[in-house]
């Protein structure tokens, strides 16, 4: 199997992500090391054959034997010429590839830097142009309107981050207001209608997703702007406490302040119940993701037996399944805002729930872990992996906000996320630490609206499909063949995630 070069954290597989192509040296490199090999093979195998030049005898053809002689030496150094040509050719592509990466990223920081004077410039300015368009002069009714204002360029872009994964939530609050009576309900419906018509074409445009994720990651410039933080001081904050951890103590914050001001519950894991058992290990890409589209429990655990009497353990975890909080759910909205707050050391939200769930499951420290997450669950599975607390040994994350995840480098990752997807970039831009997310075409067919490739079940279509196509898809696989080869399954587990358990059935 090829793993490919690691320069960054995150796992095995996938060169280190760069600015705006995060896949073709790392791609190009594997596969001329793959072919320098293969040549290299190839000559030891020539220059293995018995020697043909023989003395004169009855029946032999000494010419034909010396032609055929001169031939296996010509083919010899021509393979030796080509192991020469692809070791050059794969040193000037990974120069080339990093004066790319290097000039890339030094045009994203630029480009982060202007958007960040941007936001912090708006956020400055909005109490003045609040205070002009309200005619307000009072210090207190501007203090009034700073304070919404604040809790506005806070919550909205947080709400946004929300709303996309599931906007059907966004049409039943609609169906509320019109039988409420509300007057918003119409300007409400003709959102969602337009929302219908043009969010798929809009998130379909070419850097409309990645200057999603440069808004989003510019909401601390915008908050800092407002409080009339001086600019060099935010940026200086931001340059000591690290881009992803800062913007994980905001998303902590808010996340902390909605659950203490709507009076909610931690998300706990509940009653473990028995479920039927796996007959093998999920060893494709596309298959998890039918396991986990198929499940009726937030998180389904399998447990299987291997060939050498070990254990392997399987985790299939949902995605968000209420936007507003929910407690009979704990892949709620909220719970979104918690995962972007926790840290290795110390899970929020869903996250902490999985990891109790795995507890409960009879997971041991040094027991080896696939875990398998989709949207929110890609978010929870991904700080689950960085806690370390599990060996867990490959994550595929699947349509996720997981830029901000630090993971062990021993942990096999395969990140994807769908072209016209924003749930992947909800979590900022990152700082390059976190996994490398690959961006592939969706198969079509199930989705639409202004969440339309964020569909479960054209991401399994489309994890079938690059099963074949997609390299980074087909080394994954690869190595989750090898890895659950001959295993049996032992047993089978569901587990709810809530904020407010239920007693053990």
Same mark, same amino acid.
């Given at each position: 199997?090829?793993?490919?070069?690691?320069?960054?954290?995150?796992?095995?597989?996938?060169?280190?992500?760069?600015?705006?192509?995060?896949? &073709?040296?790392?791609?190009?490199?594997?596969?001329?090391?793959?072919?320098? $090999?293969?040549?290299?093979?190839?000559?030891?195998?020539?220059?293995?054959?018995?020697?043909?030049?023989?003395?004169?005898?009855?029946?032999?053809?000494?010419?034909?034997?010396?032609?055929?002689?001169?031939?296996?030496?010509? %083919?010899?150094?021509?393979?030796?010429?080509?192991?020469?040509?692809?070791?050059?050719?794969?040193?000037?592509?990974?120069?080339?590839?990093?004066?790319?990466?290097?000039?890339?990223?030094?045009?994203?920081?630029?480009?982060?830097?202007?958007?960040?004077?941007?936001? $912090?410039?708006?956020?400055?300015?909005?109490?003045?142009? &609040?205070?002009?368009?309200?005619?307000?002069?009072?210090?207190?009714?501007? *203090?009034?309107?700073?304070?919404?204002?604040?809790?506005?360029?806070?919550?909205?872009?947080?709400?946004? %981050?929300?709303?996309?994964?599931?906007?059907?939530?966004?049409?039943?609050?609609?169906? =509320?207001? @019109?039988?409420?009576?509300?007057?918003?309900?119409?300007?409400?419906?003709?959102?969602?209608? #337009?929302?219908?018509?043009?969010?798929?074409?809009?998130?379909?445009?070419?850097?409309?997703?990645?200057?999603?994720?440069?808004?989003?990651?510019?909401?601390?410039?915008?908050?800092?702007?407002?409080? @009339?933080?001086?600019?060099?001081?935010?940026?200086?904050?931001?340059?000591?406490?690290?881009?992803?951890? *800062? #913007?994980?103590?905001?998303?902590?914050?808010?996340?902390?302040?909605?659950?203490?001001?709507?009076?909610?519950?931690?998300?706990?894991?509940?009653? &473990?119940?028995?479920?039927?058992?796996?007959?093998?290990? &999920?060893?494709?890409?596309?298959?998890?993701?039918?396991?986990?589209?198929?499940?009726?429990?937030?998180?389904?655990?399998?447990? =299987? @037996?291997?060939?050498?009497?070990?254990? %392997?353990?399987?985790?299939?975890? @949902?995605?968000?399944?209420?936007?507003?909080?929910?407690?009979?759910?704990?892949?709620?909205?909220?719970?979104?805002?918690?995962?972007?707050?926790?840290?290795?050391?110390?899970?929020?939200?869903?996250?902490?729930?999985?990891?109790?769930?795995?507890?409960?499951? /009879?997971?041991?420290?040094?027991?080896?872990?696939?875990?398998?997450?989709?949207?929110?669950?890609?978010?929870?599975?991904?700080?689950?992996?960085?806690?370390?607390?599990?060996?867990?040994?490959?994550?595929?994350?699947?349509? /996720?906000?997981?830029?901000?995840?630090?993971?062990?480098?021993?942990?096999?990752?395969?990140?994807?996320?769908?072209?016209?997807?924003?749930?992947?970039?909800?979590?900022?831009? /990152?700082?390059?630490?976190?996994?490398?997310?690959?961006?592939?075409?969706?198969?079509?067919?199930?989705?639409? /609206?202004?969440?339309?490739?964020?569909?479960?079940?054209?991401?399994?279509?489309?994890?079938?499909?690059?099963?074949?196509?997609?390299?980074?898809?087909?080394? #994954?696989?690869?190595?989750?063949?090898?890895?659950?080869?001959?295993?049996?399954?032992?047993?089978? $587990?569901?587990?709810?995630?809530?904020?407010?358990?239920?007693?053990?059935?």
């Amino acid at each position: 199997m090829t793993t490919i070069e690691r320069v960054g954290g995150g796992g095995d597989f996938g060169a280190r992500t760069v600015a705006w192509d995060q896949t &073709v040296t790392g791609v190009a490199c594997a596969r001329l090391r793959d072919a320098g $090999w293969t040549a290299r093979c190839a000559v030891v195998a020539l220059r293995a054959a018995p020697s043909l030049p023989l003395d004169p005898a009855p029946g032999i053809d000494v010419a034909g034997l010396r032609a055929c002689s001169a031939e296996l030496d010509a %083919r010899i150094a021509a393979g030796t010429a080509l192991v020469v040509e692809l070791e050059r050719l794969h040193d000037d592509t990974m120069l080339a590839g990093r004066a790319y990466e290097l000039a890339s990223d030094a045009v994203l920081r630029l480009v982060e830097e202007v958007a960040a004077s941007v936001a $912090w410039g708006l956020g400055a300015a909005t109490p003045a142009l &609040v205070a002009a368009a309200l005619g307000l002069s009072s210090p207190l009714l501007l *203090l009034g309107a700073g304070a919404a204002v604040a809790a506005g360029l806070v919550t909205v872009p947080l709400v946004a %981050r929300l709303a996309v994964t599931h906007p059907q939530h966004v049409a039943a609050l609609v169906g =509320h207001a @019109r039988t409420a009576g509300v007057p918003l309900d119409r300007f409400m419906a003709q959102a969602a209608d #337009f929302w219908d018509r043009a969010g798929e074409a809009l998130l379909a445009t070419p850097g409309f997703v990645p200057a999603l994720a440069l808004a989003v990651e510019s909401t601390d410039e915008a908050l800092a702007g407002l409080l @009339r933080i001086p600019e060099p001081a935010a940026a200086k904050l931001e340059a000591m406490i690290g881009q992803d951890e *800062l #913007f994980a103590a905001l998303a902590a914050g808010a996340g902390l302040g909605l659950r203490a001001g709507a009076g909610l519950q931690p998300v706990r894991a509940g009653a &473990v119940r028995p479920l039927p058992t796996p007959s093998r290990p &999920v060893s494709a890409p596309g298959e998890a993701m039918r396991v986990i589209l198929s499940q009726d429990d937030q998180v389904t655990i399998h447990e =299987h @037996r291997m060939r050498d009497g070990s254990r %392997r353990f399987q985790v299939f975890v @949902r995605g968000t399944e209420s936007w507003l909080p929910d407690s009979a759910t704990g892949l709620d909205g909220p719970a979104n805002l918690e995962n972007a707050g926790s840290t290795p050391r110390t899970l929020l939200g869903s996250d902490a729930a999985l990891a109790q769930a795995m507890a409960a499951a /009879g997971i041991d420290a040094n027991d080896p872990v696939d875990l398998f997450g989709y949207s929110q669950g890609a978010a929870a599975a991904a700080n689950a992996a960085a806690s370390e607390r599990f060996r867990i040994e490959t994550a595929m994350l699947v349509g /996720g906000p997981v830029a901000g995840a630090e993971l062990p480098p021993g942990v096999a990752v395969l990140s994807v996320a769908h072209v016209g997807d924003p749930t992947a970039a909800m979590d900022g831009i /990152g700082d390059g630490d976190g996994p490398v997310t690959v961006t592939l075409e969706s198969a079509g067919g199930h989705g639409s /609206g202004f969440a339309a490739r964020h569909s479960g079940e054209e991401y399994a279509e489309t994890l079938i499909r690059a099963q074949r196509d997609d390299f980074f898809v087909a080394a #994954f696989t690869e190595r989750l063949r090898e890895s659950t080869a001959g295993g049996e399954g032992v047993a089978g $587990w569901g587990v709810e995630l809530t904020r407010s358990p239920r007693p053990p059935r």
